[in-house]
């Protein structure tokens, strides 16, 4: 049980951090590839581990959290996941012959679906991890775009 959810965390959170790396530039083919490579450790893992690789009890499970977090029933979640998952390894696999805007584009859902997972639904001192890389991505990139100016 513990290695399952020590698995579970060392898989996400490198992954996150190494795709916000990427996504202010530093060493963005490797950090992206490497992310995207860690959170299909983290999907893997997750299905092994906590959904039995059972679909239905993902979906629950996705349901589940999303009422508790956000007071709503939303039953395509796992589909929003699903999609995720398998664009960040795509982006991965293409991220060098990617047109910037599309680029731009994926860094956007990145973030918008990295800071859903490791902020609005992260549990205690998750939540903190997570807002603590966002903000030091967020101090990181201001300071850049300060320089340049």
């Known amino acids: 049980m513990i290695f399952d959810t020590l698995l579970l965390r060392l898989s996400i959170w490198p992954a996150v951090g190494l795709g ?19 959170y299909c450790i983290h ?5 092994h581990h ?10 629950s499970d996705n349901v589940q959290q999303v009422r508790e ?3 709503f029933h939303f039953n395509a979640g796992i589909w929003v996941n699903y999609a995720f998952s398998f664009s960040w390894l795509i982006s991965a696999l293409t991220w060098p012959r990617l047109c910037s ?6 860094i956007a859902v ?3 679906i990295a800071f859903q997972g490791t902020v609005v ?29």
């Open 110 to 112: 990145f973030l918008f």
């Open 69 to 71: 977090t956000l007071g």
């Open 50 to 59: 906590v959904y039995h690789w059972s679909h239905a009890v993902a979906v």
């Open 20 to 38: 916000l790396a990427a996504c202010l530039g530093w060493r963005s083919v490797l950090a992206w590839r490497m992310g995207a490579s860690l």
């Open 121 to 149: 639904f992260a549990h205690t001192y998750g939540r903190w991890i997570g807002l603590a890389l966002f903000i030091i991505a967020g101090g990181r990139a201001g300071w850049r775009y300060y320089r340049m100016k």
């Open 43 to 47: 999907v893997a893992a997750a299905f």
């Open 101 to 106: 805007s599309l680029r731009r584009c994926w």
